[in-house]
Every structure is written in structure tokens, then in C-alpha cells.
């Protein structure tokens, strides 16, 4: 799990700046879970780091 944590941060980091930027620039919360840019960010960096341990897992 430590390995694939730095994946999950980076993509939840990531998608949240892009995100709010999309929210600022559309001035709509449509397409986002909840309404929320955490929210949806969060949800993104748990996927990316669950399909990065299935990766470390499958080629261990």
C-alpha cells in the first residue's frame, strides 16, 4: 500500500486542481459526485491507488 499511496495522492492532487478549475471557468458542479471537488477527487486518487496495488500485486 505505501508504494501506490504516492499514486493515489498525486492523482487525487492532480484531478482536484482540475476540478475547481473546471467548477470556476463552467460555474456549474455537473459531472462531480455529490457536488464536491473533494469528493470526486478523492474517489480518483482511491481508484488509481487500488488498480496501482492490483498492478503490484498481479506482478509480484
Same mark, same amino acid.
Given at each position: 500500500?505505501?508504494?501506490?499511496?504516492? @499514486?493515489?495522492?498525486?492523482? =487525487? %492532487?492532480? #484531478? /482536484? @486542481?482540475? %476540478? !475547481?478549475?473546471? &467548477? &470556476?471557468? $463552467?460555474?456549474?458542479?455537473?459531472? $462531480?459526485? /455529490?457536488?464536491?471537488? %473533494?469528493?470526486?477527487? =478523492?474517489?480518483?486518487?482511491?481508484? =488509481?491507488?487500488?488498480?496501482?496495488?492490483?498492478? !503490484?500485486? @498481479? #506482478? /509480484?
Amino acid at each position: 500500500m505505501q508504494q501506490s499511496a504516492g @499514486v493515489g495522492a498525486g492523482i =487525487a %492532487f492532480g #484531478s /482536484a @486542481v482540475g %476540478f !475547481t478549475l473546471r &467548477k &470556476k471557468r $463552467l460555474g456549474s458542479n455537473e459531472g $462531480l459526485i /455529490a457536488g464536491s471537488v %473533494f469528493v470526486t477527487s =478523492a474517489v480518483c486518487g482511491i481508484v =488509481a491507488m487500488g488498480v496501482m496495488m492490483l498492478i !503490484t500485486y @498481479v #506482478s /509480484a
